[in-house]
């Protein structure tokens, strides 16, 4: 139920956007989506409007939003709930999953492992994942490194969609099996180019080389970096 209500909350970040697009784009010309300056009262009814219509439609749980303008925040509210299955509501403290952050930690985690010397990020990915394997459109011989992964010059797609939404995912270490019958996009360090699955693989490495939960680790990798801090 927890992968469930984490995809599902991701799928919510994504319909905000879409929503606010919509909107803006959707609305007659001329037509102010504020009853006046400062009242926004009109845009809270017609983006909420949208908001519950697609959580409906797209099984969304639940999902929070701010709007704000300048510095103030004029109006934050939470949809649906926070667990379903406990009839807890969502609002606008409801905490959810750190999503694209998480590319941030997992570099500095793999860059903590570098400083210990237990990675070389310029050194051939098989180094550390022996069964990474690629199909390549390109006859470039360069291997793909934790460097290209991390930058994302690796040259791989953006994402792998067999099961990306699936209400039961399987470990993201298996990635490493499913990249076996997918091709890159690019030869590496040539084209920049966002890669979640490079993210993912370097997710992998960390957790192979520190032999803990990728989690885990993540977990004293902070607590490091707090106490570097100090």
């Given at each position: 139920?927890?992968?469930?209500?984490?995809?599902?909350?991701?799928?919510?970040?994504?319909?905000?956007?879409?929503?606010?697009?919509?909107?803006?784009?959707?609305?007659?010309?001329?037509?102010?989506?504020?009853?006046?300056?400062?009242d926004y009262t009109r845009t809270q009814?017609?983006?909420?409007?949208?908001?519950?219509?697609?959580?409906?439609?797209?099984?969304?749980?639940?999902?929070?939003?701010?709007?704000?303008?300048?510095?103030?925040?004029?109006?934050?509210?939470?949809?649906?709930?926070?667990?379903?299955?406990?009839?807890?509501?969502?609002?606008?403290?409801?905490?959810?999953?750190?999503?694209?952050?998480?590319?941030?930690?997992?570099?500095?985690?793999?860059?903590?492992?570098?400083?210990?010397?237990?990675?070389?990020?310029?050194?051939?990915?098989?180094?550390?994942?022996?069964?990474?394997?690629?199909?390549?459109?390109?006859?470039?011989?360069?291997?793909?490194?934790?460097?290209?992964?991390?930058?994302?010059?690796?040259?791989?797609?953006?994402?792998?969609?067999?099961?990306?939404?699936?209400?039961?995912?399987?470990?993201?270490?298996?990635?490493?099996?499913?990249?076996?019958?997918?091709?890159?996009?690019?030869?590496?360090?040539?084209?920049?180019?966002?890669?979640?699955?490079?993210?993912?693989?370097?997710?992998?490495?960390?957790?192979?080389?520190?032999?803990?939960?990728?989690?885990?680790?993540?977990?004293?990798?902070?607590?490091?970096?707090?106490?570097?801090?100090?």
């Amino acid at each position: 139920m927890e992968s469930v209500r984490q995809d599902r909350s991701r799928l919510g970040i994504v319909l905000l956007c879409s929503a606010i697009v919509l909107l803006c784009c959707a609305d007659a010309p001329g037509r102010s989506l504020t009853g006046g300056h400062g009242d926004y009262t009109r845009t809270q009814q017609d983006i909420a409007g949208v908001i519950e219509q697609a959580m409906h439609k797209n099984g969304v749980t639940g999902l929070s939003l701010s709007l704000v303008d300048d510095q103030q925040v004029v109006w934050a509210q939470g949809f649906g709930y926070a667990d379903e299955a406990n009839n807890i509501p969502a609002t606008p403290e409801t905490v959810y999953r750190v999503g694209s952050i998480s590319e941030l930690f997992t570099a500095t985690a793999a860059m903590q492992l570098a400083e210990q010397g237990k990675i070389d990020i310029d050194r051939p990915l098989q180094t550390y994942l022996p069964e990474f394997s690629v199909k390549r459109r390109f006859t470039d011989p360069k291997p793909i490194t934790l460097r290209h992964l991390m930058s994302h010059h690796a040259g791989l797609p953006t994402n792998v969609l067999k099961g990306m939404w699936s209400t039961t995912p399987a470990p993201f270490t298996t990635i490493v099996d499913v990249l076996q019958n997918e091709y890159t996009s690019y030869p590496p360090n040539v084209v920049w180019s966002f890669s979640n699955l490079g993210v993912t693989l370097v997710g992998h490495v960390i957790e192979k080389i520190s032999g803990e939960a990728f989690a885990t680790h993540l977990q004293y990798s902070g607590y490091l970096l707090q106490k570097k801090a100090k």
